[in-house]
């Protein structure tokens, strides 16, 4: 979602916010600006539309040397210049990039009317502008603070003043906030893929903490002035891992990269001496862990696909009671947490606002959250009690692929150590580590069949309408296949299980509407022919997912994928793939815009 970056330091500003804001594009947005103080004059320059619509705005020769820059995803008011950030007061004294939602910004607004001060814009962030300049006696850290007191709702904010040059304050309550510590630079970001550029140092800002920077200076406080003082630490990503590196989209490279992350989620983690895991971030004792009587896992999008996997997982492999639920559903539903639950949010990004939200709901009622998350330093794993870091290098695409896989393989991690203390005995334990051992290579083999895969695509790609039919452990994959063809290819898709297509999705079919099954080599294999034929026999096209060698499918299938076999429990990681690969094929035939697909964000800050 929105992105904010500003800038102090000794090169010209505009040309950083500018590539800044490039590196925030895969967040999602639709409108971009900046504001840059050049010879006492404040500049905004501020573009609907693309950041290279932004940078063809910008005046030739535009100086100075600290700056704000934001990109805008609409939450209130259209997708227009003038709603775009930053906001400036009346004056043109100040300005500022806002991220979040301000919820009391309809009374503090009229407030602000009776005392003369003009809007410009439909939206709720403008009102920040404005409040501060009517808190503002020369001192704009001390303005920040005072306004945001009275602001109800969540922020990260960044603000700049005419009268104090060099100067940026920045404040945060509950939308992310990264100070960068450079050599004679400073910056800060909604996000560290931003700075990456110009430095790995950073420090996080938390929730009710102002910071105010310059380019050889940092202070952070809280709105009561106390001083925080927090260590810097580095980030772990190099610049290389948020480029393309010769791949035409992210979306391809991640899907590509899979057999790497999941290796690298995996890596140090297992142990053939004990056939066990070892997740040290859990922070629970061998006790602990043995008490768990059931796993519920919270989660948005494609985080809650796996977490349904693992909730099947759990069951079948640790014989533990688990189960997954959308986080926005839990949090307002009163849920109830019993002693020995254990909570896992599952978030790529770890600052989807749902996720947040539910966890911290959970822990207020005692409950143990667990965090599995990729960005490190993000809201969720700083506030989880415990978890684990899936470590599968930044994700940009929009839509999520190789972070499913190596959420999946932290899941089954898990599940390895619990079923271990359960009743897994030590050779099962063993042989079950040896075949997940073996799940990149097989990724592998799925991905070099990736031609195939786009042929498929192409003959399908005019399709209105999509079905993704799966069952037992793929059920779930059948979901995530459905969700990941919405969201970039903009077909309409449905996932559901097979065995639930008689009771409703089957009025769907006729020639045009696509039915993609996922057909394991499991003990329901042949209930699944018999949906296919169903289909087959109301004239739908078939598209069989199924194992090497299952030759029957080709009899009855209109179009047959495969992959290597394995254990049924482990099969998600491999038919997840085609799912990955038929949409990115089918979006590119259809011209959409495979990384940053329209009106969806990486990361969904509000609620
Ligand atoms: C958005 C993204 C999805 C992602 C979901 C949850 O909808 O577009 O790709 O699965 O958020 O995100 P999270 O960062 O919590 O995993």
Redesign the pocket.
Known sequence: MCGIIGYCGPKPAAPILVEGLKRLEYRGYDSAGIGVLENDVLHLVKRAGKINDLRNALPDGLGGSFGIGHTRWATHGGVTDRNAHPHADGRGNLCIAHNGIIENYTALKRNLETKGYEFRSETDSEVIAHLIADLYDGDLERAVKSAVRLLKGTYGIVAMHRSEPGVLVGARNGSPLVLGVGHGEMLLASDVTAMLEHTKQVIYIEDGEVVRMTADDHRTTDTRDNRIDRSVETIGWDLEEIEKNGFDHYMEKEIFEQPESIRRAMQGRLDPDTATSHLGGLNMTNRELLDIERVKVI?????YHAGLVASYLLESLARLPAGAELASELRYRNPIVERNNLYFA???????AD?LYAMREIQRKGGRVLGICNVVGATIPRESDGGVYIHSGPEIA???TK?FTSQLTAFYLFALLIARKRDMSYSAGLSFMRELERIPEKVQVVLDRAAAIREIAKKYAGAQSFLFLGRGINYAVALEGALKLK?ISYIHAEGYSAAEIKHGPIALINEETPSLFIVPDDALRDKIISNMKEVKARNGKVIALGVDGDNELADIADDVMFVPSTNELLSPFLTVIPMQLLSYYTALERGCNVDQPRN?????TVE
């Open positions: 989660a948005a999008g494609t985080s599952v978030s790529q990004s770890g600052e989807t996720t929009v839509a999520s972070a969201e969806l964000a990486k990361s969904v």
